[in-house]
């Protein structure tokens, strides 16, 4: 009969739960600049290219505006506020709750770093290319399309989707009763 497995202590746990969030931040944000990369260096100035049967697209734009340019027609000192400040305000907020808050499951963990990773893939974009962001996949079926999209973008609504199926609190914490 085997002995019941050791129970990890709290701080490793914290440090571990840390460690994974770094490492999914990074590697999101990484993804996605080194696929804007990559896609400015054989899209920029060429045309779409169709790909898996037609379903994807990929083409080289700019986008200054938010998701779909929404926010583009705000003049330059609102984008860079709305774009740049506010989003690492939010991008701050979001690590601090993952790195101290107790009690956050894996995954609420997940999904906080992959927006977490999509937001800062966007976000080296706008401060390092005048406010700009790169963007290069279009998906469409027939007259259905998505607006021209980049991984850090599939990587905020892949983030969303996890944090919507994860659990509401993490298991092996009890159930908080009123009053207690």
Do not use: Y
């Not at 746990?13 to 804007?36: E, F, M």
């Not at 990929?58 to 998701?67: I, K, R």
Request: proline share 6%; with cysteine; hydrophobic share 50%.
């Amino acid at each position: 009969m085997s002995s019941p497995p050791a129970r990890v202590p709290r701080t490793d746990r914290r440090a571990l739960k840390a460690t994974v969030a770094v490492l999914i931040i990074l590697a999101s944000a990484g993804l996605d600049q080194g696929t804007k990369s990559l896609a400015r260096a054989r899209l920029e100035g060429n045309p779409p290219v169709a790909a898996v049967g037609g379903l994807v697209s990929l083409l080289w734009v700019e986008n200054v505006g938010a998701f779909l340019s929404l926010g583009a027609q705000l003049p330059r000192p609102a984008r860079m506020v709305a774009f740049i400040a506010f989003p690492l305000i939010v991008l701050g907020l979001m690590i601090g709750t993952l790195v101290r808050r107790r009690g956050v499951g894996w995954g609420t963990l997940t999904g906080l770093s992959l927006i977490a990773g999509g937001g800062a893939g966007n976000l080296i974009d706008r401060i390092f290319r005048d406010g700009r962001v790169g963007d290069f996949i279009l998906l469409g079926l027939g007259r259905l399309h998505t607006g021209v999209l980049n991984v850090a973008d599939l990587t905020v609504l892949a983030g969303c989707v996890v944090l919507l199926l994860a659990p509401s609190r993490p298991r092996g914490t009890a159930k908080e009763t009123p009053g207690a």
